[in-house]
């Protein structure tokens, strides 16, 4: 059996796990290239103009596979305490089947993941030992870390507050990590926090449904007195991170703390973000007095 991955989207958190899965299941993985401008045109051609752009790259990447035999494309509908994922997150797989080569399949992540992941394994192997075998092999890729980082006083810190499939992304959030890192800045992301700080339901985010804006915010909150800085990098047309955006907005200017909302398209190029981001680091530098 041949199974195509695409190397976007959810893939940025659970793909490594996936990735284990499936070789002790005795599945060949195939993953899609790292993205790609050929594959974000196709994307964008054979979605809707209505998705935001991780959307728009996953599509591309699910129609680039030449070679496999089906698509594992999970429908994660909500992980934890009925947090849904956004709608259009929800439907990705529906969307997809309407442009792949090859069958897709798509077992439904609700509040649990082990036992989507093993019937799915029976259903590959036939063999419950294997599957279970294969889940518990894969389970240690699924940990979040166990302590938040430390805050070096002597060094520059910025939080770039943004979603893993935006931040993972080559085409997209990588390029805000090199610039910061090349300044000398410590670049610090939600990934770097342990679940329990991510699900926190204390104050506003108890009111936040969509479990990765919770994560967000929650990150940002933890954030707020220890860092320099904020970059909020979003995808155009994502409405939950618009509002999320704009509150944390707020709660950055009422604290006098530099933060920039950087808004990403299948428009934007490399030149816009650089100039951007020059801008803000001239706004930290004013306001740190240097």
Known sequence: MKIGIPRAL??????????????????????????????????????????????????GHVRNFKEVERIFLP???????????????????DCARFVSHFPIDSPKIKNNLFLPHFLYGIYLTKNPLKSLFAYLKARPFLRFPSQPPSFPKEEKKIGLISHFYNLNEDYLGKEVIRFFQEKGFLVYTKEDLPISILHNKDGFAKNI?????????NAFRFYL???????????FGCGPDSLIGEIMEREAKEREIPFLKLVIDEHTGKAGIITRLEAFLDMINRQNGK
């Open 75 to 93: 429908r994660f509908v909500f992980l934890r305490d009925k947090l849904f994922a956004c709608p259009k997150m929800i439907g990705v797989p």
């Open 225 to 235: 007195d220890k860092l320099d800085a904020f970059c909020f990098i979003f995808s």
């Open 10 to 59: 959810f893939y940025h958190r659970y793909g490594k796990f996936w990735e284990v899965f499936f070789q002790n299941l005795g599945v060949e993985v195939f993953l899609s290239p790292i993205t790609n401008k050929a594959i974000l045109e196709d994307g964008v051609k054979n979605i809707s103009s209505e998705v935001c752009l991780p959307i728009k790259i996953l599509i």
């Open 209 to 217: 449904r969509w479990v990765f804006e919770r994560e967000l915010y």
